[in-house]
């Protein structure tokens, strides 16, 4: 089954404590995202990576750090959370989206509380 | 950075009705893509929409990319309760890198 997998699905965790939540898609997707949702806002883009070694910023990267060593995954990295990182993350893989393909397949998200 | 808008905000109607919301932005996209979210999953892709003034249809939803390509429109007919949820609007730009969300429209729809 075409998927993409987060995990864990739900983390509370304290400030400053380091934290990797783990994204595997199996489609052979090149593009990869992370968002985070928070009511009123929609989802933010935090970062992107077009394809294997190739990562870059969205909207709002500030306190997150990404690797993409393998194509099906891509981790997000909380090298020192603040509770204004709590929210809803979400993961997802899609073909190259400047290519005409931008379906995006999202993971089931990870809701994590900062204390 | 890049922004839309969504209206309305909420939406409570009754099974059967016809559903309209709308997404603007001062800027201007090359694609604009319709979700629809429910509670507790990810976001899926409802409508791609790629050139200006193309109007798409998928089942009961037909949404139209407009034509000054700073809006998009997206309309659900004879709505039914699977219906509820949020609908995002979101923007592809950056030569197609990167993806900017609207705040959503909430769904309710009234037996």
């Known amino acids: 089954e075409a998927q993409v997998t987060q995990n864990p699905r739900y983390l509370i965790t304290v400030t400053g404590k380091k934290l990797t939540v783990t994204c595997s898609q199996n489609?052979?997707?090149?593009?990869m995202s992370w968002y985070r949702q928070d009511p009123g806002l929609g989802l933010r883009q935090i970062y992107y990576?077009?394809?294997?070694?190739?990562?870059d910023k969205g909207d709002v990267p500030e306190g997150y750090k990404v690797s993409r060593k393998e194509k099906r995954n891509f981790p997000l990295i909380l090298e020192s959370p603040s509770p204004n990182q709590t929210s809803l993350y979400f993961c997802?893989?899609?073909?190259?989206?400047?290519?005409?393909?931008?379906?995006?397949?999202f993971g089931p998200g990870t809701r994590l509380t900062v204390t | 950075g890049q922004q839309l808008n969504q209206s309305p905000q909420s939406m409570f109607i009754q099974e059967g009705e016809d559903v309209s919301m709308n997404c603007t932005s001062s800027?201007?996209?090359?694609?604009w893509l319709w979700y629809k979210q429910d509670p507790g999953e990810g976001p899926v892709l409802l409508i791609a929409?790629?050139?200006?003034?193309e109007l798409t249809s998928n089942g009961r939803l037909t949404a139209q990319f407009g034509i000054t390509r700073k809006d998009s429109f997206l309309n659900i007919s004879a709505s039914i309760p699977s219906d509820v949820g949020i609908y995002f609007c979101?923007?592809?730009?950056?030569?197609?890198?990167?993806?900017?969300f609207g705040p959503g429209t909430r769904l309710s729809v009234l037996p």
């Open positions: 489609m052979n997707h090149e593009y």
């Open positions: 979101a923007g592809l730009y950056n030569y197609g890198q990167n993806f900017v």
């Open positions: 990576s077009m394809n294997v070694e190739v990562t």
């Open positions: 929409l790629y050139k200006a003034g």
């Open positions: 997802a893989s899609s073909f190259s989206p400047g290519l005409g393909s931008s379906e995006q397949y």
């Open positions: 800027s201007i996209f090359n694609t």
